[in-house]
C-alpha cells in the first residue's frame, strides 16, 4: 500500500517560517511530486509542484516566499515556507504520481495544518 507521509506544520506567526516535508517509500517510483493546500469553504488549489528533474512550479500567491525542493534518492519533497501570511492558513496536502505495474495514479497525503496567526 502507498503512503505518503507528512510532517511540519504547525502554528507560526505572520512573517514566520516552516518547512513541510513527505516521503514515500524509496521503492517506489515517483515521478512529478507537489504541494496543494484547502482553507474551509475553499476548493484546493495547487501551491507548488516540481519534477524529477527539479523544474519547479508555484501558484502566483507563493512565488518568491515558498520554495519547493526534492531527494530523488527518497522520494522526498520538501515545501520552505518563509513571510508566511495568515492567507497561508489551510491544510497542506503532498502529492505524488507514482508508477506501480506501469499504472500511473495520483496519491495524496494525510494531510497538515498550518495555522498562521498572532
Known amino acids: 500500500q502507498v503512503q505518503l507521509v507528512e510532517s511540519g506544520g504547525g502554528l507560526v506567526q505572520p512573517g514566520g517560517s516552516l518547512r513541510l516535508s513527505c516521503s514515500a517509500s524509496d521503492s517506489l517510483s515517483v515521478s512529478r511530486m507537489g504541494w496543494y493546500r484547502q482553507a474551509p469553504g475553499n476548493p484546493r488549489e495547487r501551491v507548488a509542484v516540481?519534477?524529477?528533474?527539479?523544474?519547479?512550479n508555484y501558484a502566483d500567491s507563493v512565488k518568491g516566499r515558498f520554495t519547493i525542493s526534492r531527494d530523488n534518492a527518497t522520494n522526498t519533497v520538501y515545501l520552505q515556507m518563509n513571510s508566511l501570511k495568515s492567507e497561508d492558513t489551510a491544510v497542506y496536502y503532498c502529492?505524488?504520481?507514482?508508477?506501480?505495474?506501469?499504472?500511473?495514479?495520483?496519491?495524496w497525503g494525510q494531510g497538515t495544518q498550518v495555522t498562521v496567526s498572532s
Open positions: 516540481i519534477t524529477t528533474g527539479g523544474t519547479p
Open positions: 502529492n505524488a504520481l507514482i508508477t506501480i505495474l506501469s499504472m500511473t495514479r495520483n496519491y
